[in-house]
């Protein structure tokens, strides 16, 4: 199994600015996915972040709004970038682990709230 | 997109067996279903995933039909713990998850 820790656990910001969410593992992984789940709603996959390129973006999610960052195995950053209230969503990341396993595991999630 | 659907909601007796049902009808040969529960919005919760083959583990029951068009999850005695969405993912060939609307389980005492 694998321990994901994301930060911040919420957070409550004003439209118009961004935030950025942290995801770290404490075992290697070969694949991150980032996720958001609406109020009510199930997971929409974001995009896939891979280490060292670009990240592979979902049809309807883009760069500009949805930054992110695997500097290294272990480690991904997505940023929510001038938000809105539309971005008030519970974010998740979510790892495949090294060594086979067929499991993707879920972070506890962010809880970001846009006022 | 997702590839599958399911009931929106159900009831189970507690310690009755709670038998959820998922379509995937448009499932290629090697893709996995995959099952998952979510708690009070926590992440989702890892339960069982399989192939071709009925699996089962210490948590649940997975049967897949011959045609790998439909399968069913089976909790073989449903506690109040076990009140969650229960949601039913085929793994596409990347390893990305879509997934469905899930399945808003209720476990009554």
């Known amino acids: ?42 997971l929409t996959l974001i995009a896939t972040a891979n280490q060292g390129s670009e990240a592979t973006y979902e049809s309807g999610f883009v760069i500009d709004k949805f930054p992110i960052s695997r500097p290294n195995l272990t ?13 008030s969503s519970i974010y998740l990341c979510s790892v495949l682990l090294a060594g086979g396993s067929n499991e993707q595991f879920f972070g506890p999630g962010t809880r970001l709230t846009v006022l | 997109d997702a590839k599958t659907t399911q009931p929106p909601s159900m009831d ?41 083959n009925n699996e089962t583990n210490e948590m649940a029951s997975l049967i897949i039909t011959e045609d790998r068009k439909s399968s069913t999850l089976i909790l073989p005695h449903a506690t109040l713990r076990d009140t969650a969405v229960y949601y039913c993912i085929v793994r596409v060939a990347g390893n990305q998850f879509y997934f469905g609307t899930g399945t808003s389980l209720t476990v009554i005492p």
């Not at chain 1, 694998?2 to 995801?23: F, H, M, N, Y």
């Not at chain 1, 480690?75 to 971005?87: A, G, I, K, Q, R």
Request: charged share 15%; aromatic share 10%.
């Open chain 1, 1 to 42: 199994s694998a321990v994901i820790s994301q930060k911040p656990s919420r957070d409550i910001c004003q439209r118009g600015t961004s935030l950025t969410i942290q995801c770290q593992v404490d075992s290697q992984v070969t694949m991150m996915f980032w996720y958001r789940q609406q109020p009510g709603q199930s």
């Open chain 1, 75 to 87: 480690f991904s950053t997505l940023t929510v970038s001038n938000m809105s209230p539309e971005d």
């Open chain 2, 12 to 52: 189970c007796a507690e310690g009755r067996a709670a038998n959820l049902p998922c379509n995937h009808s448009t499932i290629s040969g090697n893709e996995y279903v995959y099952w998952y529960r979510q708690i009070h919005s926590q992440g989702p919760q890892y339960i069982i995933h399989g192939l071709k």
